[in-house]
């Protein structure tokens, strides 16, 4: 490949694609599919206590961090501020990062670059890289499979076998549920890092695994658990956290480093927790002991139907360990596939019955989807079940079918797994009563542990029972006390028990701010049906920048007050240029 012949003196503009993302347009953005992962594909059906956030786009934060040519990161911008960072500064590459349903905005982002940057080297990345065929719908000059870091490396002449550095990342930002916005004091937000991507187990519908070279590969960024604590270490002091999403596709399934990082983690002293992605097969590879004292609070497992036969759950009794789990006080985000090929209208409600009765805190719905470049989207071509016209935008497991299922039909598909979201929101609850109850087991649990490391992370975990979740289950007992009364009363038993547990504080708490709950979340009720949604905001990030001085002498710099450590960071109009960081 040729460098690029300003290597890393060139000028480097790394966008998302842009927004607005909650609505129906010709650019690909879907009402059903938001920039909000939980609500988008977790607790949609959860109404004013869906958990709803925005997560930052982290494949262009970590190249941004790991090449020292000037660089500005333009998250969420709208097509507007991304066309005013092309004219305000002039970029020599600009990097485009999308999944595929985005791959129509990346068309349009391609055209403006041409018009306002007509130099600029185009380079795109991401899961949209995987379509079949997408040099011929984009007008890009590079287009990055699998890991972008070494590429930007190559193209600028860097070394590409450097140690990956990792940015500060707030895992999310601007919660919300129960109509109100959750406070994100310093610290109290998990840090993002990235261990490893892509997947060794291949399962054939999954994109990150075959993204990264499928079955039996994957990429480690950090190998041992003395670097992996290293840099949550690093995370720690910069942005104050004791808690980390550990954003790799099977977590757990790297037994060796995991278990690195817990002896590092007993000789520091840290009382972490971790919330991590992984398989049963790979959780079955530990005690539950060693899951605790490691710190896993929460764990992200795909519960696949029994019948699926997919090696990640063999010989696996998913209903014993997710029960297992709660006993422990470890938060479970199950995820089950509707449509598998197996199903059928006559056993499809028992299967989702199955996974409902996992009685989980969170649970995904994903429909069957063989999406490009996955090796089920390759089968169902080789079959001709794939379906013609069907829009990529749409192509999200939220929506239909885009391929001929043997039994089920496509608008089936929808009203299925829309009803799957619907049973388990009825018989288990909002995600956040269930939350409250795991956590509130692990304290009962572990509150007196003679390990006095595992004793403070369930301490620092069940803070909030004493008063921001005490007074949220008063509010959804009472408002749900008429639509359901069995969940109400689930939740009632719990506020009492938490009331009697961390006393009168708690009770006085959840009696005065319950009510302003209560108002908030009926408030909040009303404005959903009237079709409010929430879109991210514009976040700029510069890297070993320097500032034109005309541009910094018009440029209003302002403090939004949030800090992903310790690169500067504008959050508003783009105009608002900040500056650049270490
Ligand atoms: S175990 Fe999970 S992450 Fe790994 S390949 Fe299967 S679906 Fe993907």
């Known amino acids: ?67 020292s040519a000037p660089t500005t990161v333009l998250d969420f911008p709208t097509r507007e501020a991304f066309e005013a960072e092309l004219l305000a500064n002039d970029y020599d590459i600009v990097g485009i990062s999308s999944i595929i349903v985005n791959v129509g905005k990346v068309r349009v982002m391609c055209r403006i670059v041409r018009r306002i940057s007509p130099k600029a080297v185009i380079v795109v990345g991401g899961h949209v890289a995987a379509i079949p065929g997408v040099e011929g719908m984009i007008n890009a000059d590079h287009i990055v499979r699998g890991d972008g870091i070494s590429w930007m490396r190559r193209y600028l002449g860097e070394d590409e076998t450097a140690p990956v550095r990792h940015p500060e990342i707030i895992s999310g930002f601007d919660g919300r549920t129960l109509g109100l916005k959750l406070p994100q004091p310093k ?14 187990m291949g399962c054939n519908f999954c994109t990150t695994s075959a993204f990264f070279g499928g079955k039996g590969r994957y ?24 808690s980390f999403f550990m954003m790799d596709e099977n977590f757990l399934l790297h037994k060796r480093r995991a278990m690195e990082l817990l002896d590092h983690m007993k000789a520091g002293n840290k009382a972490w927790s971790l919330y991590v992605f992984s398989s049963a097969n790979a959780i079955a590879q530990y005690s539950m002991r060693e899951l605790v004292e490691l710190g896993v609070s929460w764990v992200w497992m795909g519960l696949e139907s029994p019948r699926s036969a997919y090696t990640k759950l063999k010989g696996a009794d998913t209903h014993k360990l997710a029960a297992e ?8 985000l199950g995820s089950t596939i509707v449509g598998l090929e197996h199903h059928t209208p006559e056993n499809i409600h028992k299967e989702i019955e199955y996974a409902v009765a996992h009685d989980t805190d969170f649970h995904q719905f994903m429909l069957y989807t063989p999406v490009p470049g996955t090796p089920l989207f390759l089968e169902m071509k080789e079959q001709g079940r794939m379906l013609e016209g069907v829009d990529l935008a749409d192509i999200h497991g939220q929506h239909q079918f885009n391929f001929r299922h043997a039994a089920i039909s496509r608008e089936d598909s929808k009203l ?32 007196n542990d003679p390990d006095l490391r595992v004793r403070a992370r369930f301490a620092w975990e069940a803070r909030a029972l004493r008063d921001g979740y005490a007074a949220a289950l008063w509010a959804m007992e009472k408002h749900l006390r008429h639509t359901n009364a069995a969940v109400s009363a689930r939740v009632r038993a719990l506020r009492q028990e938490v009331g009697q547990e961390f006393g009168l504080v708690s009770r006085l708490v959840s009696r005065i701010l319950g009510p302003v709950l209560l108002w908030s979340t009926r408030r909040e009720e009303k404005r959903l049906a009237a079709g409010q949604t929430y879109e991210p905001r514009t976040i700029i990030e ?24 310790q690169s500067l960071v504008t959050i508003g109009a783009p105009s608002e240029v900040s500056d650049s960081a270490d």
């Open 1 to 67: 490949m040729q460098t690029h012949p300003l290597g890393a003196k060139a000028r480097i503009l790394l966008s998302s694609v842009f927004g607005p993302y909650a609505q129906d347009d010709e650019f690909g953005s879907r009402k059903i599919n938001p920039m909000e992962l939980y609500h988008n594909q977790v607790t949609r059906e959860q109404g004013p206590f869906s958990l709803r956030m925005f997560h930052r786009s982290w494949g262009i934060l970590m190249i941004q961090k790991n090449i």
């Open 542 to 565: 510069r890297r070993n920048w320097t500032i034109d001085p005309a541009l910094a002498t018009s440029a209003h710099e302002v403090d939004h007050g949030f800090h992903p450590g």
């Open 325 to 332: 789990l709660r006993r422990h006080g470890i938060k479970l």
């Open 219 to 242: 990429l480690n960024f950090y190998d041992t658990g003395a670097e992996l604590f290293a840099v949550m270490a690093e995370m720690e002091s910069k942005l104050g956290t004791k």
């Open 187 to 200: 610290g109290a937000t998990a840090a993002t890092i990235i261990p490893s991507v892509g997947c060794p």
């Open 416 to 447: 299925l797994l829309d009803g799957a979201f619907r049973r388990d929101f009825e018989r288990n609850g909002p995600s956040i009563y269930r939350i409250c109850r795991t956590t509130f087991n692990g304290w009962l649990r572990y509150k």
